[in-house]
């Protein structure tokens, strides 16, 4: 299975840039496709998708939300973060089944 | 709007069995492949079953194969997980999630219901 890791947490103020990182055990990609997707979880709640393949913008998804990378690297970026984006952040694989998940990164305030 | 609800999670015993439900709204439920994904407490995501549009294909991680069954009934819009000699791993929150296949195979996950819990003890 293909392994995703994620930092634990990551400390970010308010109205700064936040980036997130994924890193792949394995290319998540299939020529110029980056089969990577991007989760928001806020607590109590269920997970809602961000990003699909790499850099794509879910529907309703606000633009401070934008994700890069190619291979095996991969981020997520949301700037400037606003007090609603404390969340956990979940990266996932498409390239192969079974589909994994990283653990999650936890975004809090500094 | 789409609309996954989820329910049938509780209590259960080790070894003994349990029967998720969900009902789907707000699209062509039959158009569409769907998956269950669980959560266990203050843990991350694993996928747990896949079923195709017509039901004929299913697809399971080896953690739950053998034990879970995916299934559907395209006429009620409903997506069900039978789920057999459940363990104290199974302890987890279940969600319904509609999955969007992808070039290398899997899928990912656009909509997601609220989850049921499922909690495996004596």
């Known amino acids: 299975d293909i392994v995703l890791t994620q930092s634990p947490v990551l400390a970010v103020s308010l109205g700064q840039r936040a980036t997130i990182s994924c890193r792949a055990s394995?290319?998540?990609?299939?020529?110029?496709?980056?089969?990577m997707h991007w989760y928001q979880q806020k607590p109590g709640q269920q997970p809602k998708l961000l990003i699909y393949r790499a850099s794509n913008l879910a529907s309703g998804i606000p633009a401070r939300f934008s994700g890069s990378g190619s291979g095996t690297d991969f981020t997520l970026t949301i700037d400037p973060v606003q007090a609603d984006d404390i969340a956990a952040y979940y990266c996932?694989?498409?390239?192969?089944?079974?589909?994994?998940f990283g653990a999650g990164t936890k975004l809090e305030l500094k | 709007e789409v609309q996954l609800v989820e329910s049938g999670g509780g209590l259960v015993q080790p070894g003994r069995s349990l029967k998720l439900s969900c009902a789907a709204s707000?699209?062509?439920?039959?158009?569409?492949?769907m998956a269950w994904v669980r959560q266990a407490p203050k843990k991350g995501l694993e996928w747990v079953a896949t079923i195709s549009t017509s039901g004929s294909r299913t697809y399971y991680p080896d953690s739950v194969k053998g034990r879970f069954t995916i299934s559907r009934d395209n006429a009620k819009s409903s997506l069900y997980l039978q789920m057999n000699s459940l363990k104290s791993e199974d302890t987890a929150t279940y969600y319904c999630?509609?999955?969007?296949?992808?070039?290398?195979?899997?899928?990912?996950?656009?909509?997601w219901g609220q989850g049921v819990m499922v909690t495996v003890s004596s």
């Open positions: 707000g699209f062509t439920f039959s158009n569409y492949y």
């Open positions: 999630a509609r999955p969007r296949k992808d070039y290398g195979g899997s899928h990912y996950f656009d909509y």
């Open positions: 996932q694989q498409s390239r192969e089944s079974p589909p994994t």
């Open positions: 394995q290319s998540v990609s299939i020529s110029s496709i980056n089969l």
